[in-house]
């Protein structure tokens, strides 16, 4: 197991969830397929899942002007899944904390 990474909390997603009350992202590893995080998330959550949709990102170099010289690196390349589960059910990130 272990292909969800970790979800995915930010301003874009929790608009997403504001507009469909039903569908949660997730970082996951590359080589997971849509299965294997179906099953996932429904072991994890107790929830039960109607589908999910999957993004490649690829790595960006990136290049900064500093103070002192030219600062060059790069960003990863990830893998972000959509679940959608069913009607009514819902997954609370923060009632751990």
Known sequence: M???IKPLV???Q????DKW???FGFIVTPDANKLQIKQEVESL???TVESVNTMN????RSVRYTKAGLQRGHKAAYK????TLKEGETIDFYSNI
């Open 80 to 83: 972000k899944a959509i679940v």
């Open 21 to 23: 009350p039903n569908r």
């Open 57 to 60: 990102y690829a790595g960006k």
């Open 45 to 47: 959550y107790n929830v």
């Open 14 to 17: 929790t608009k997403m969830t």
């Open 2 to 4: 272990a292909y969800i």
């Open 10 to 12: 930010s301003e874009k």
